[in-house]
T-cell receptor, first 114, second 112 residues
Framework: DADVTQTPRNRITKTGKRIMLECSQT?????MYWYRQDPGLGLQLIYY???????NKGEISDGYSVSRQAQAKFSLSLESAIPNQTALYFC?????????????FGPGTRLTVL | KQEVTQIPAALSVPEGENLVLNCSFT??????LQWFRQDPGKGLTSLLL?????REQTSGRLNASLDKSSGRSTLYIAASQPGDSATYLC???????????FGGGTRLMVKP
């Protein structure tokens, strides 16, 4: 089983709809992240969480909100989706205490807003 | 604001060639730099991580170098194979919080 899972993998929605993307991890990491990827622009950080009670905005948090329901779960919400939020969304985890300081990514959710 | 640039954006080579992917960053005060591989429909896989105090890291046919003073890193792939075809992303972290700033990636195609 994958260590970092994302649901759904693909979603098509309409402008103005509320959308929730979910991320779960079995790695036992405290830190979790949400990124979006647009073609040719690499990944941009939306929100990050260092533990259940610590949530921070990233570079492009406008139009998004998050919820850290448990150590293993970190959800991203689009309260009122708009077409320029069409992108590939990635969740990631890390635990620098374990030495490698590497982020582990989920498979991504492809979101299309019509 | 830290900016990370990768050149070229796309690269096509015949199988067996040695190749170099480039990454540059504007703020040299980085904590570490990572190279990732991204396959279509899949997430990112970390290939190599170089701490700011290191100059290079090697894993198999991959070698990544870091020159902080010039704001550059290179990923060298020896004896390329069709299975190396993917998008390669570099990312820098500028503090111990491990928040990453990514480059736009280089899309590599290795032809049999």
């Amino acid at each position: 089983d994958a260590d970092v899972t994302q649901t759904p993998r693909n979603r098509i929605t309409k402008t103005g709809k509320r959308i929730m993307l979910e991320c779960s991890q079995t790695k036992g990491h405290d830190r979790m992240y949400w990124y979006r990827q647009d073609p040719g622009l690499g990944l941009q950080l939306i929100y990050y969480s260092f533990d259940v009670k610590d949530i921070n905005k990233g570079e492009i948090s406008d139009g998004y909100s998050v919820s850290r329901q448990a150590q293993a779960k970190f959800s991203l919400s689009l309260e009122s989706a708009i077409p320029n939020q069409t992108a590939l969304y990635f969740c990631a985890t890390s635990d620098p205490r374990r030495g490698a300081d590497t982020q582990y990514f989920g498979p991504g959710t492809r979101l299309t807003v019509l | 604001k830290q900016e990370v640039t990768q050149i070229p954006a796309a690269l096509s080579v015949p199988e067996g060639e040695n190749l170099v992917l480039n990454c540059s960053f504007t703020d040299s005060a980085i904590y570490n730099l990572q190279w990732f591989r991204q396959d279509p429909g899949k997430g990112l896989t970390s290939l190599l991580l170089i701490q700011s105090s290191q100059r290079e890291q090697t894993s198999g046919r991959l070698n990544a170098s870091l020159d902080k003073s010039s704001g550059r890193s290179t990923l060298y792939i020896a004896a390329s194979q069709p299975g190396d075809s993917a998008t390669y992303l570099c990312a820098v972290s500028y503090n111990a919080g491990n928040m990453l700033t990514f480059g736009g990636g280089t899309r590599l195609m290795v032809k049999p």
